[in-house]
């Protein structure tokens, strides 16, 4: 019995040693396997124990266009990223750099492009420039816009609210704030719209059925009743607003289960595995998914851009009330109305002209070459009256001759076959109604523009913001005063987007410069 007791003694004397130092200011743990995913823990500036979640990136690096001549990869129209990077830089904090996504720090913005023409549902535009963190290189600038919606063209939609309103949303900055953002998006729907609350936590519950937007009273009463406690059966309630979007589908409407969380599926279905093949099978039937993350502490991103991509649908992360406004609002529309869908770009390098070339982020969206014709392989989707950005790094040949030996496994017979094409670009995309693809393709020539557009020269500020936040191995001899040139040097007037980064990347400036002292 000493022996036992002693024992005990001891064990509780280590555990409480390592609480203590867990819990010391500034103490870190990280997690880097690459199979799992990337874990944060620290104190949180109130005081609460954080794990934070993010799937580590591996950046893309530069292929050579004679062993590896195609790129293809599935658009993003998502901006979590973006708006979570923000988060931390106010709290006075650099994030993580698997937070970072520059792809989705890059499309956070709209960009002016032209307005579609004819048949085709969105517009292409390309540009070619000297890449600023690399002057010996060039940079490719792709924009894409979707065609923007006929409003009297719009149909009636069948929405479901699905509400995390377990213990963990308690705080003023997730459920009071998914009550705000939810509010917002009733105001700006149709009277023709019906709206669905399903709630999650420990078991799952149908609060509001689908009820039309004439009632707006008793929608509005029924969120400003939703209260946090409990656990998570994430799940069981994604199940359950599935089967309220069915039970009231609109045929050629706008089916969409929107989910807030914070993203800590704990109880019931809990694996992200299990609920991507969950979410993958009730795509087929029409509906999509939106996910929007909220809060801090919790925050489960990783998990939720999974989910997000496998339920043909948007990510987002609200970090605070103009992000609801800009999400629920100012871009409600083209947040939720799909114009084309499994939307592929692919690129094809010529050799002759091209030494190498780096795709700028979508590590987490690349395509193997055959998916491409692969009209079973899913991809993102396109919004309307959305843009969407791509960025490449182009080293150009010196020597236009092509290699000698023959590659065993490789036709010599490129397509890009016109000596001063430098790449051929597709794109294939479903339309709604449709699951058989469509292509687009043009050849892009060596012509560099003349003078630089402010939709490359932001793009390209963003994109260098992201690579300096991520440490990346590419950033060349870029900086922060660079990157506020840049993006001074655009429009940045015209938009508070645009004039809130510029003060962001000030804040990084500064909290790097700390971090070096």
């Known amino acids: 019995m000493k022996k036992f007791i002693k024992s005990l003694m001891i064990s509780l004397i280590l555990i409480n040693v390592l609480f203590i130092v867990s819990c010391e200011p500034g103490y870190n743990n990280?997690?880097?396997?690459?199979?799992?995913?990337?874990?944060?823990?620290?104190?949180?500036?109130?005081?609460?124990?954080?794990?934070?979640?993010?799937d580590i990136i591996r950046e893309n690096d530069f292929r050579n266009p004679w062993t590896s001549p195609v790129s293809t990869f599935s658009i993003d129209v998502d901006n979590a990223s973006y708006s979570n990077m923000r988060r931390f830089l106010i709290m006075n904090q650099l994030p993580p750099k698997d937070a970072i996504r520059i792809e989705e720090l890059v499309n956070y913005f709209e960009y002016d492009y032209p307005e579609p023409t004819g048949e085709q549902p969105f517009s292409i535009n390309t540009e070619l420039g000297t890449c600023p963190w690399n002057k010996d290189n060039l940079l490719l600038?792709?924009?894409?816009?979707?065609?923007?919606?006929?409003?009297?063209?719009?149909?009636?939609?069948?929405y479901v609210f699905l509400v995390d309103v377990s213990g963990s949303m308690a705080d003023e900055s997730k459920l009071s704030l998914v009550k705000k953002s939810l509010r917002m998006m009733v105001e700006n729907l149709e009277a023709s719209d019906h709206i669905a609350l399903v709630v999650y936590a420990g078991s799952a519950g149908l609060v509001l059925p689908s009820t039309s937007l004439d009632d707006k009273k008793r929608i509005m009463k029924a969120i400003d009743h939703l209260e946090a406690?409990?656990?998570?059966?994430?799940?069981?309630?994604?199940?359950?607003?599935?089967?309220?979007?069915?039970?009231?589908?609109?045929?050629?409407g706008n089916n969409r289960v929107i989910l807030a969380t914070d993203g800590d599926f704990n109880v019931g279905i809990s694996s992200s595995a299990d609920l991507i093949r969950l979410i993958e099978e009730?795509?087929?039937?029409?509906?999509?998914?939106?996910?929007?993350?909220f809060g801090m502490g919790n925050y489960k991103d990783g998990r939720m851009e999974q989910i997000s991509n496998a339920g043909n649908g948007n990510y987002f992360y609200i970090d605070n009330i103009r992000e609801a406004e800009k999400?629920?609002?100012?871009?409600l529309r083209a947040n939720l109305f799909t114009i084309a869908k499994d939307v592929k770009i692919q690129l094809e390098f010529n050799p002759?002209?091209?030494?190498?070339?780096?795709?700028?982020?979508?590590?987490?969206?690349?395509?193997?070459?055959?998916?491409f014709e692969n009209d079973q392989k899913d991809a993102g989707e396109l919004g309307a009256g959305h843009t969407v950005t791509a960025l490449y790094e182009l080293v150009l040949k010196n020597d236009h001759s092509m290699p000698s030996q023959d590659l065993k496994f490789q036709s010599k017979s490129l397509s890009t076959n016109t000596e001063d094409a430098l790449v051929h670009f597709q794109l294939r995309y479903k339309p709604i109604k449709q699951e058989e693809s469509q292509l687009i393709e043009e050849l892009l020539t060596h012509e560099i523009s003349s003078s630089i557009s402010e939709n490359f020269q932001f793009s390209a500020a963003v994109a260098g913001f992201g690579m300096l936040l991520r440490g990346s191995a590419y950033s060349g001899d870029l900086d922060y005063a660079e990157v506020m040139a840049m993006a001074k040097n655009s429009n940045t007037t015209a938009s508070e987007d645009r004039q809130e980064f510029v003060s962001l990347v000030k804040t990084a400036s500064l909290l790097k410069e700390n971090q070096a002292r």
Request: charge should be neutral; proline fraction near 2%.
């Open 30 to 54: 990280w997690s880097s396997s690459s199979s799992q995913p990337m874990l944060m823990e620290h104190e949180s500036m109130d005081g609460d124990f954080n794990t934070e979640e993010y």
């Open 282 to 293: 009730e795509r087929k039937s029409g509906i999509y998914l939106t996910i929007c993350g």
């Open 352 to 371: 002759k002209q091209i030494k190498s070339y780096r795709l700028i982020g979508y590590e987490n969206r690349l395509m193997k070459k055959e998916d």
């Open 327 to 331: 999400v629920f609002s100012r871009e």
């Open 229 to 252: 406690g409990g656990s998570t059966a994430g799940g069981e309630g994604i199940v359950l607003a599935y089967n309220e979007a069915r039970r009231n589908f609109r045929e050629n």
């Open 141 to 158: 600038h792709i924009g894409i816009k979707g065609k923007s919606l006929n409003y009297d063209e719009i149909k009636p939609g069948n």
